[in-house]
């Protein structure tokens, strides 16, 4: 047995050793609205708790473009930050720089290989190395739905085909409000083009278009298709749609003012934080022709390279704890996203969670999951920014013709 003041050294030792390696992480991300703040808020409680000070570096606007501005600045500068909210393609040109972290020192001790689907695992790796550490996996093709909007339009069930949508937008019109609650920024605009592509157009024309982006899909008949039913749907948003925050879109839904939202699940989160339960105060439903299909986004973060000894422990510390049951599972519930550590228990998910889990699952066997476009997960983004401005342009300029969207995203995605 230790003697009190044996103990009290004992004790003292080992505070001195943590304080030894307590670092400073400074965490890029854009992360700012409500269910976004609080989910990010969790890691900076875990962080705090191993001893490590927090810096947030919050760069607001949805889907990260400002973000991504602000950190080649950083890094150009000579100045990273030690954690960025990177994904996708983009790591690997990130990692190509030379300024990337080497994260399988964590990732073994920790075991990441045994822990992720092999897929997810590949977009973390540049070159056979770990060089991000991934948070969730948000579903990217699902519709919200207010249920008292519904009822009071008497549109019964939830649609499931765009004819079935248009003849429930065209009741709630009826009922004077608004059908499909939009945020008029390029990258909401690209949510909506794929979800309409993959409805429209199946799995595989999506494959094809929008992943291999192969000019024969792009310019085909069921592109022209896709493009006449994302045309359609703008006739249903309200005339203040331009400029409108992701969130504030979401709320419009969540205070009975929309009955409809396209829109990634993070806008669960929204939901969650205004108290609201999923199956009695709102829907959430795959996009319209979408059920047996699954977009994905992937949030994750790299490391950069640093010299110091506590930073670097500190980087450590924040992707183990990345990876962490504790921090999967409740960053996940107030996200709206799902773990993307496999055999997590999902018992205190929702409905729309345990959903997206089954699905994610699913559409692996059949080769309907797939990476999404607007959110960074299926093009390098040089070709993904021209797509999606070209969507855009698309969607706010009504004398762009059917057949001249149809071209200019097909010599977008040319794009190198
Ligand atoms: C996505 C990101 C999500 C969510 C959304 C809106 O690109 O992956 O986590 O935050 O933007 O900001």
């Known amino acids: 047995m230790l003697k009190l003041s044996q103990l009290a050294t ?11 390696f307590a670092g400073e992480v400074e ?23 191993k001893g490590h ?10 889907g990260g473009d400002n973000a991504m501005t602000v950190l080649k600045s950083r890094v150009v500068s000579g100045n990273p930050p030690a954690a960025a909210q990177i994904k996708g393609p983009a790591l690997q040109e990130w990692a190509a720089e030379g300024v990337l972290a080497n994260l399988d020192a964590t990732a073994k001790a920790e075991k990441w290989d045994e822990l992720l689907p092999k897929g997810v695992a590949d977009i973390m790796k540049y070159k056979g190395n770990y060089i991000a550490a991934p948070v969730n996996v948000h579903r990217v093709n699902w519709m919200w739905a207010n249920k008292a909007v519904l009822d009071k339009a008497g549109v019964k069930g939830t649609p499931k085909t765009w004819d079935e949508f248009f003849s429930a937008a065209d009741k709630v019109k009826k009922a004077g409000l608004i059908a499909v609650a939009h945020g008029g920024q390029n990258w909401q605009d690209f ?30 008949a069921t592109m022209t298709k896709s493009l006449e039913t994302f045309r359609k749907i703008k006739g249903y948003t309200d005339a203040a749609a331009p400029g409108r925050d992701w969130n504030l879109a979401t709320a419009m839904v969540i205070q009975e003012k929309a009955a409809f939202q396209f829109m990634g699940d993070w806008a669960k989160g929204e939901f969650a934080a205004a108290g609201k339960v999923p199956g009695k105060d709102y829907i959430c439903a795959a996009a319209p022709g979408t059920d047996k299909a699954y977009t994905f986004n992937v949030d994750s973060f790299a490391m950069f390279k640093l010299k110091d ?12 704890s990345i990876m962490g049951t504790q921090f999967q599972e409740v960053f996940n519930l107030n996200k709206g996203s799902i773990p993307v550590r496999l055999n997590m228990d999902m018992s205190k998910f929702d409905d729309c969670a345990k959903l997206s889990a089954k699905d994610f699952v699913a559409t692996s066997k059949t080769g309907a999951l797939l990476p ?25 300029d009504d004398k762009i013709s059917i057949a001249d969207g149809v071209k200019n995203i ?3 995605a040319a794009t190198k």
Do not use: R
């Open 10 to 20: 004992a004790v003292a030792l080992v505070v001195a050793g943590n304080a030894a």
């Open 27 to 49: 965490v890029l991300h854009w992360w700012t609205a409500g269910g976004e703040a609080k989910s990010v808020g969790e890691l900076k409680t875990i962080m705090q708790g």
């Open 53 to 62: 000070t927090w810096k947030d570096f919050a760069v607001a606007g949805g």
């Open 191 to 220: 949510t909506t083009f794929e979800s309409v592509v993959l409805g429209v157009g199946g799995a595989k024309f999506y494959s094809d278009a929008l992943i291999k982006l192969d000019q024969k899909a792009l310019t085909s």
């Open 309 to 320: 000894a506590a930073a670097q422990k500190a980087q450590a510390d924040l992707a183990a």
């Open 372 to 396: 999404s476009i607007a959110h960074g997960m299926a093009v390098k983004p040089a070709a993904e920014g021209a797509i999606k401005d070209a969507v855009s342009q698309f969607w706010n």
């Open 410 to 412: 097909a010599k977008a």
